[in-house]
C-alpha cells in the first residue's frame, strides 16, 4: 500500500521545504498539494485513474501507483504548490526605493513560473518515456523496412514490409 503521507517527504524536498527544523509547508498544505495533484495527474492519464481511500495518515492509493508514478504524482503536486505560490507572490510584487538602495521583489513571480515550467517539462519528459516504452513493448520486436520501389508524379512511393 502507498499512503499519501509517503509522498509528503519526497514533496517537501521537491519544494525545497529541507529544513527540518523551519518547515514551510504544514503537513495539510503537503496533503492538499498530494491530492489536488492527483487531480491533474488523473487528468492527463485516462488509462490510469487513481483514488484516495481513507483520510489523514492512514490515506492510502488505489490502485498502488507504481514508483514511476509515485514521481509523477509528486510532480504534479509540486506543479500545484508553485503555481499558488506565483499567484501570492504575484500579489505581493513590488518595487521599493530606499536609502540602501533597492529592493525589488518584481520577478518573483517570473521565476517561480520558470520553476513551474521546469517542473513541467520534467512530467512531460516521463510521459514521453513511457510512451516509448509503451511503442516498444507493443511492436514485440517488429522490424519496419521499406525502400521506394515506385515513383509517382516525382514522389517516391514507399511500401512498408515487416518482419520478426
Known sequence: MVYEKDLMPRLAREMGDTNTSNLYYSANML????????ADFNLQTPDTQYTVIGSGDAAYFSPDPSIEDQQLLVLCAA???TRGEIQKAARTAYS??????????QRIPEMLDMQARRLEDRVQNIFLNRS???VESESCGTELKGAATEVAEGVGITVIETTN
Request: net charge positive; hydrophobic share 40%; proline share 4%.
Open 79 to 81: 506543479i500545484v504548490m
Open 96 to 105: 521599493h526605493s530606499n536609502p540602501a538602495g533597492n529592493t525589488n521583489l
Open 132 to 134: 516509448r516504452r509503451l
Open 31 to 38: 496533503f492538499s498539494g498530494i491530492n489536488d495533484g492527483l
